[in-house]
């Protein structure tokens, strides 16, 4: 049942700001979940059935009931087709957010996306490479035009494999090709994932969700690297910078304006008009000292990677920003933006603006961008966001001070850090001085007590000597909690002590939104090369504490899929088969080297971590210990 005690911030600001939200009438996200409560066990094992109008249907996980449904689909066949479609949800929202970002880049080529440039050209010409586009004396808007148009293909199916599974180690791609993994094309894995999962079409547990791993690996490959890719193109590429994090980064003194959803397309152009010099005296004439930019959510982690900006929190606290009364305007594109956020910002003054022609949402105002006319909207909203800072009711409440932090570690920079080359990383963990990294990614869920599980994995894990790299949600959690300062490092077991001291970094780095788990593919992909080994023979883990979102089990499958061992916080909802369970958790391991595991206690968790971390160890005749 629902304890309001373990579903409140243990780390900083939700806590306070949570009591205000009540105090002020606010229903929130805890107070919804509550009402939930008993949620539907059918549902929570995969049980439940509603794929065609014969049903709904529901298997009795007790043996007394139906153990069918009416066309006769058993517990395997639709717990199986309920995982895969979330699969191929996820894999569909990453991949269309990587589709925006061609479209601006096809755009930029073109002349069509006003505002908007090729900000890194030399990745520009790396990934054009990649593709086969030839560069040399090659105008940059040309290689931008066939890059687009490369990458478009990538979403259809007119090649055999998507262009960027050739990153992937050797050995890796042989396992896909064996069985039959390899993505052909990313819109093409979603659309025969929800082919096959219709009724009367594959009705076999295993080949289903082999289709849902070659789908979300069509996505961590496919759509999201192409997000991240062009991101850096258009925007650049991350670099280490300080910033600062949690409710404090609001200031009372100044028009504060918070971004919120995924994709940087709008954002980065919010960014530029806050920078506007007339915007600027617009705001001193209405007695603000300046405009204030912040993020929440993955949008503001893409901020946050390239610029520094601030973050005022992750997914549980983005009710709980508004009730600061100091937002105000907040700007939404996509993704994991809570439907009551218009409802809540209607007991004050804050502006609700959503963005998106696919996103439209209660007590929003709908303005669309598009990359034609961006940079003009966000001018426009900037200057409503400024005009609004004198309707403010009442003093604002900022129960925090702003904690410091450094972001920004793309592959590029790590391998910057360590003189080029993965070597020193490899020579860190062959010493033993670096056991291994866990790469800790994924959202908040009410079910969980906010951050909880994010913060204390990773304290365990660094005082292990592991290096936690962590993306999206998690990495405001570890943030507010202060590991990612190269002080921090003073946290760390001895020898990850020793590592971060020596580069200047801390011993858990920020590699950025959710679309930039493909970093984390990337850089693993480096260290594999350079040892000569799969993916799955490396001392490294992934895991997930918090999920809540479909984007986070294709995250997890093309990890698996990839080679990577996962760990779950939160049960997937499949314990209504146990074929499906097992396969999962242990029949993978032959077919990818790799498997989930599920364990909700973090403490737990990370003994099994660092467990697996060492059996690697010891498989490739490195020093290893038991650690449970
Ligand atoms: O893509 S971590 S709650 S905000 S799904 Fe959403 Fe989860 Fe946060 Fe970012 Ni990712
Ligand atoms: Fe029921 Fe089968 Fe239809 Fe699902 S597909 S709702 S199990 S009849």
Redesign the pocket.
């Known amino acids: 049942m629902f304890d309001p005690k373990i579903s409140l911030s243990v780390t900083t600001d939700g806590d306070p700001l949570y009591a205000k939200a009540r105090k002020d009438g606010i229903e929130t996200v805890w107070e919804r979940h509550e009402a939930q409560q008993p949620q539907c066990g059918f549902c929570d094992m995969g049980l439940s059935c509603r794929i065609c109008v014969m049903g709904p249907c529901r298997v009795d996980p007790f043996g007394e009931g139906p153990q069918t449904g009416v066309c006769g689909a058993d517990a395997d066949i639709i717990v199986a087709r309920n995982l895969c479609r979330m699969i191929a949800a996820g894999a569909a929202s990453h991949s269309d957010h990587g589709r925006d970002l061609v479209e601006v880049l096809a755009g930029v080529a073109e002349g069509s996306a006003i505002g908007y440039k090729i900000r890194d050209e030399a990745k520009l010409k790396r990934v054009a490479a990649e593709y086969g586009i030839t560069t040399d004396g090659k105008e940059v808007l040309t290689i931008a035009g066939e890059l687009a148009d490369a990458m478009m293909e990538d979403y259809g199916m007119r090649r055999k494999a998507i262009q960027l599974v050739d990153r992937a180690p050797q050995k890796r791609r042989a396992v896909w090709e064996k069985f039959n993994l390899t993505p052909r094309g990313i819109d093409r894995e979603t659309s025969e994932m929800m082919h096959r999962t219709h009724m009367g079409v594959d009705n076999n547990w295993v080949t289903l969700l082999l289709q849902g791993m070659r789908n979300a690996l069509s996505d961590g490959w496919g759509g999201s690297m192409i997000a991240t890719e062009v991101s850096d193109i258009l925007f650049g590429v991350p670099a280490p910078r300080p910033t600062t994090v949690n409710a404090g980064v609001l200031k009372a003194d100044q028009v504060n304006i918070v971004v919120h959803g ?1 994709n940087p397309v709008v954002s980065e152009m919010v960014s530029l008009a806050c920078q506007s010099k007339k915007l600027l005296d617009l705001a001193a004439k209405k007695g603000a000292k300046g405009i204030n930019l912040v993020g929440v ?2 949008t503001g982690n893409e901020l946050l990677m390239r610029r520094g900006i601030a973050m005022a929190g ?2 549980l606290m983005t009710e709980l920003i508004l009730s600061t009364g100091a937002v105000d305007m907040m700007i939404v594109d996509y ?2 933006i809570m439907p009551s956020i218009g409802k809540v910002a209607s007991c004050y003054h804050t502006k609700m603006i959503s963005t998106s022609d696919k996103a439209q949402f209660p007590q929003m105002e709908h303005i669309e961008f598009h990359p034609g006319n961006a940079e003009k909207k966000a001018a426009e909203v900037v200057r409503t966001a400024v005009e609004n800072f004198t309707n403010r009711k009442g003093t604002p409440f900022i129960p925090v001070e702003p904690q410091a932090a450094v972001g920004g570690f793309s592959v590029e920079t790590i391998l910057g850090a360590l003189g080029g080359t993965p070597e020193p990383l490899i020579d860190a963990i062959k010493a033993g001085k670096i056991r291994g990294a866990v790469g800790i990614v ?3 869920n009410p079910k969980i007590k906010h951050d909880y599980g994010h913060v204390t994995l990773t304290r365990r894990l660094i005082e292990n000597d592991i290096l936690v790299v962590d993306t ?2 998690v990495s405001v959690a570890t943030a507010k909690a202060g590991f990612k300062l190269p002080e921090a490092a003073a946290m760390a077991g001895p020898g990850l002590q020793e590592i971060c001291k020596a580069l200047g970094i801390p011993p858990v780095l920020h590699m950025g ?2 679309v930039d788990n493909v970093r984390i593919l990337v850089l693993v992909s480096a260290l594999a090369d350079a040892l000569g080994v799969d993916i799955s023979d490396l001392p490294v883990a992934g895991s997930a504490p918090e ?3 479909e ?2 089990v294709t995250i997890g499958t093309y990890f698996v899929a990839s080679g990577v061992t996962t760990h779950l916080g939160p049960m997937p909802p499949i314990t209504g088969s146990m074929n499906v369970v097992k396969l999962l958790t242990e029949g993978l391991g032959d077919v990818v080297g790799a498997t989930f595991a599920v364990e909700p206690d973090p403490e737990k968790a990370a003994i099994f971590l660092r467990q697996t971390i060492e059996d690697k160890r010891k498989a490739l005749g490195l020093d290893s210990r038991n650690v449970a």
């Open positions: 995924h959510c993955c992750n997914h993704q994991c994924g959202c908040n999206g949600c939104s959710c999920w809540y979102s984007k986070a």
